[in-house]
C-alpha cells in the first residue's frame, strides 16, 4: 500500500532539480522616473480611473492607500478624514521610493487646511512634496495666468460659499459660479460627461472669467476639457488632472500633454 508522506500528496512526482539562490540582477522597478503616492477617499469612483490614464506615462507610476469618509459630503463629514490621513500616508510602501504624494480630495483639503494635510502626511514621509486638488487647481490658475474664474461643484452651498472664499483669498476672483448641489458622493461620480460639459460651457461662456475650474475628485472630467476649451476658448481646470499635472512638476516631470488641456503644456 502506498502512502502519502505529511503535506505531499501520493501522487505528486519527485523533485529531480531544485536550483536555489539563482542569480540575478535588480533594476530601478516600476516608476523608476517618479513614483507617486495617493491617499484616497473610500467612496471615490473616479480617480483611480482618470489618474491610471493619465499618469500613462514612461517610468511613471502611482500607489495609493484609501480613508474612511462618509458618502454624504458636508463640512462636518468632511472634517472627520483629518484623523487618518496620516495612516493613510504611512500605508504606502512604507520604506521604498516615494517622489511626491497628493491627498485626493478637494473639499476636504480645503475644510482641514492644505497646511494641516501635508504636515500630517509629513509625518510618515517627512520632506515629501505634497499636493491636493485645490492645490494643484490654485497652482494651475496661476501658471494659467487666470484672474477670473467659474466655479462649477457639486456641492452644499455651505461648501460652495467656503470654496469660493477660499479661491478668492489666494488672489483668483469667483464671480461666476454654479451647483448640482448633490452631497452624495456615491451619486456624484455617476453625474454624465454630458451634464457636466453642458454647464461647465454654460459658466465658462460668461464674459465676467477667463476661465472654469470643476471641482470635486468624483466628478468624470478628463474626457470633455478639450471641448469644454474649444467652445469657450477658455482652459478648462478640474480636480483630477489640476492635481496630476501638479504631481508631476513637483516631481520634475514636464511632459506636454495637450489631450488633458491646455494647463499639461505649461
Same mark, same amino acid.
Given at each position: 500500500m502506498v502512502t502519502a508522506t505529511k503535506n505531499r500528496p501520493a501522487s505528486r512526482p519527485a523533485l529531480l532539480v531544485n536550483k536555489t539562490h539563482l542569480p540575478h540582477e535588480l533594476d530601478q522597478g516600476l516608476g523608476a522616473r517618479l513614483r507617486i503616492g495617493l491617499i484616497e477617499l473610500a467612496t471615490d469612483q473616479t480617480s483611480e480611473h482618470e489618474f491610471r490614464r493619465i499618469? *500613462?506615462? /514612461? &517610468? !511613471?507610476?502611482?500607489?495609493?492607500?484609501?480613508?474612511?469618509?462618509?458618502? $454624504?459630503?458636508?463640512?462636518?463629514?468632511?472634517?472627520?478624514?483629518e484623523t487618518d490621513v496620516e495612516g493613510g500616508m504611512r500605508v504606502i510602501m512604507p520604506n521604498l521610493r516615494i517622489d511626491v504624494a497628493g491627498f485626493t480630495c478637494t473639499s476636504g483639503a480645503m475644510v482641514i487646511g492644505e497646511d494641516e494635510v501635508f504636515a500630517l502626511m509629513h509625518k510618515a514621509r517627512p520632506g515629501i512634496p505634497c499636493s491636493s486638488p485645490i492645490t494643484g487647481a490654485i497652482a494651475g490658475m496661476k501658471a494659467l495666468g487666470l484672474e477670473r474664474i467659474a466655479l462649477l461643484t457639486p456641492y452644499v452651498q455651505s461648501i460652495?460659499? @467656503?470654496?469660493?472664499?477660499?479661491?478668492?483669498? #489666494? &488672489? !483668483?476672483?469667483?464671480? !461666476? @459660479? &454654479?451647483?448640482?448641489?448633490?452631497?452624495?458622493? %456615491?451619486? !456624484? *461620480? #455617476?453625474?454624465?460627461?454630458?451634464? $457636466?460639459?453642458?454647464? *461647465? +460651457? %454654460?459658466?465658462?461662456?460668461? /464674459?465676467?472669467? %477667463?476661465? +472654469?475650474?470643476?471641482?470635486? $475628485?468624483?466628478?468624470?472630467?478628463? %474626457?470633455? +476639457?478639450?471641448?469644454?476649451? *474649444?467652445?469657450? &476658448?477658455? /482652459? @478648462?481646470?478640474?480636480?483630477?488632472?489640476?492635481?496630476a499635472w501638479h504631481l508631476l512638476r513637483l516631481g520634475g516631470v514636464k511632459d506636454s500633454l495637450p489631450q488633458w488641456g491646455r494647463l499639461f503644456t505649461v
Amino acid at each position: 500500500m502506498v502512502t502519502a508522506t505529511k503535506n505531499r500528496p501520493a501522487s505528486r512526482p519527485a523533485l529531480l532539480v531544485n536550483k536555489t539562490h539563482l542569480p540575478h540582477e535588480l533594476d530601478q522597478g516600476l516608476g523608476a522616473r517618479l513614483r507617486i503616492g495617493l491617499i484616497e477617499l473610500a467612496t471615490d469612483q473616479t480617480s483611480e480611473h482618470e489618474f491610471r490614464r493619465i499618469f *500613462a506615462l /514612461p &517610468g !511613471v507610476d502611482f500607489y495609493e492607500s484609501r480613508i474612511w469618509n462618509d458618502a $454624504t459630503i458636508t463640512p462636518e463629514t468632511l472634517a472627520r478624514m483629518e484623523t487618518d490621513v496620516e495612516g493613510g500616508m504611512r500605508v504606502i510602501m512604507p520604506n521604498l521610493r516615494i517622489d511626491v504624494a497628493g491627498f485626493t480630495c478637494t473639499s476636504g483639503a480645503m475644510v482641514i487646511g492644505e497646511d494641516e494635510v501635508f504636515a500630517l502626511m509629513h509625518k510618515a514621509r517627512p520632506g515629501i512634496p505634497c499636493s491636493s486638488p485645490i492645490t494643484g487647481a490654485i497652482a494651475g490658475m496661476k501658471a494659467l495666468g487666470l484672474e477670473r474664474i467659474a466655479l462649477l461643484t457639486p456641492y452644499v452651498q455651505s461648501i460652495n460659499d @467656503m470654496m469660493r472664499d477660499y479661491i478668492e483669498e #489666494r &488672489g !483668483v476672483s469667483v464671480p !461666476v @459660479m &454654479g451647483s448640482f448641489n448633490n452631497a452624495n458622493d %456615491d451619486e !456624484v *461620480a #455617476r453625474i454624465t460627461l454630458e451634464s $457636466t460639459k453642458a454647464a *461647465a +460651457i %454654460d459658466l465658462a461662456r460668461s /464674459p465676467h472669467v %477667463d476661465g +472654469i475650474f470643476v471641482s470635486c $475628485t468624483s466628478i468624470r472630467t478628463i %474626457d470633455i +476639457i478639450r471641448e469644454v476649451e *474649444a467652445d469657450t &476658448g477658455k /482652459p @478648462m481646470l478640474a480636480s483630477n488632472p489640476a492635481q496630476a499635472w501638479h504631481l508631476l512638476r513637483l516631481g520634475g516631470v514636464k511632459d506636454s500633454l495637450p489631450q488633458w488641456g491646455r494647463l499639461f503644456t505649461v
